[in-house]
């Protein structure tokens, strides 16, 4: 596959340089047909406009013909590799030659009528050293085009490698997830066997609603909002069947929100963070709120609690020590560089807050407005 994208790649290069040489000589013959035509009214030779561009087009063309041997002669023959010697001494040999069919198709052209006159020796005194030179031009033209062409190969190579290696850190930080929060529903499963085996089987079917979802998105590292307020909602029930009337949910999203994109499990580790270390060690009920808004060109989603906050050791810190919100921070990182924004922080009534902001991108594609 690789290789056949490397094939289109020169094989489109090469066809642009050609064209580009095309178009050269055909502006170069417009300019002479002019500067013919224009120089002779002067003289008492005079010229007409068809004798002027016939001679010009005739000239140009025969140099863009030269030009394409000699491209084919430099890409087939490369001064590089182990047979550079070799092939230098048949650019050698192939010079000569090739300034000599340009003199005497010259030379022809002339006798034909089409150009002025002249005898072989003229045509080869005026003109072989400059085909000699428009030879070596174009040998140095050929392969500065191969190194070009080279030099972006290795640019894409790098950065389909760089993308590669997102991807996969991506998806490493999105799999540390699923086990972490398979652990913990399952060690809530195994503690309402005990007590109430109809909530346990409810959360096991929850769970595997859950799993089941997990494993449709596959490598998909950013869902609508609406899916993932979804899947949170999936995963909230199972909480609420394990905490009973000591949580309260409460999730308001924007309407306008619903469709943006972001990160798939972004809001679940947040809110299990909030769940297992601000409401878990209370005594008495607590609650939970997650909000999701549209900011200007900004998404910005909370999940805060009304539990012992961070000062009570809530289980983390602002730099987003633990699991969830590590691998949070990694991810945003990794989908947006710098531009996010995740803070956390105890809450002035009480309990512990964390906010991220990212970029607002409808799920349709292209940034917002």
């Known amino acids: 596959m690789d290789a056949a994208l490397r094939t289109t790649d020169d094989s489109a290069t090469r066809r642009g340089w050609v064209l580009m040489v ?26 007409t406009w068809s004798r002027a561009f016939s001679g010009a087009f005739l000239g140009s063309y025969l140099r863009v013909g030269v030009s394409f041997l000699i491209f084919w002669l430099a890409w087939s023959f490369p001064l590089e590799g182990r047979r550079w010697k070799a092939h230098l001494a048949l650019h050698a040999a192939a010079c000569p030659a090739v300034a000599m069919l340009e ?7 002339g006798q034909m009528g089409w150009y002025r006159p002249q005898t072989f020796s003229q045509r080869f005194y005026g003109t072989f050293h400059q085909n000699v030179l428009e030879y070596a031009l174009l040998l140095c033209v050929a392969h500065g085009i191969t190194f070009y062409r080279r030099a972006r190969q290795r640019e894409l190579a790098a950065s389909r490698l760089e993308a590669g290696m997102v991807r996969a850190q991506l998806q490493a930080l999105k799999m540390q997830l699923h086990p972490h929060f398979l652990f913990n529903a399952l060690n809530a499963v195994s503690t309402l066997m005990h007590r109430d085996v ?12 859950l799993l089941r979802a997990t494993l449709e998105s596959g490598d998909e590292q950013e869902v609508p909002l609406a899916a993932e307020v979804s899947f949170l909602r999936a995963y909230l029930e ?18 306008e929100a619903l469709q943006a994109r972001v990160p798939h499990l972004v809001l679940q580790p947040l809110v299990e963070n909030a769940i297992r270390h601000g409401i878990a060690p209370r005594v008495g009920p607590g609650s939970v709120q997650v909000r999701a808004d549209r900011v200007g060109g900004r998404l910005v989603m909370r999940v805060a609690d009304d539990g012992l906050g961070l000062d009570a050791g809530a289980g983390a810190d602002s730099a987003g020590v633990g699991v969830g919100l590590a691998n ?15 803070e956390l922080a105890d809450r002035a009534g009480g309990g ?6 990212i970029p607002f991108r409808p799920a349709g594609g292209g940034e917002a407005p």
């Open 198 to 209: 109809e909530a346990a089987d409810r959360v096991v079917a929850r769970l595997s609603e």
């Open 328 to 342: 949070t921070r990694a991810r945003l990182e990794h989908l947006y560089g710098r531009d996010f924004r995740l």
């Open 352 to 357: 512990t807050e964390v906010t991220v902001e």
């Open 103 to 109: 003199v005497a198709a010259g030379w022809w052209f």
């Open 238 to 255: 199972i909480e609420q069947v394990r905490f009973g009337e000591r949580l309260r949910v409460e999730v308001r999203v924007d309407p």
């Open 22 to 47: 095309f178009g050269w000589w055909t502006l170069y013959a417009l300019v002479y047909a002019s500067q013919a035509y224009f120089g002779n009214q002067a003289s008492n030779t005079p010229i």
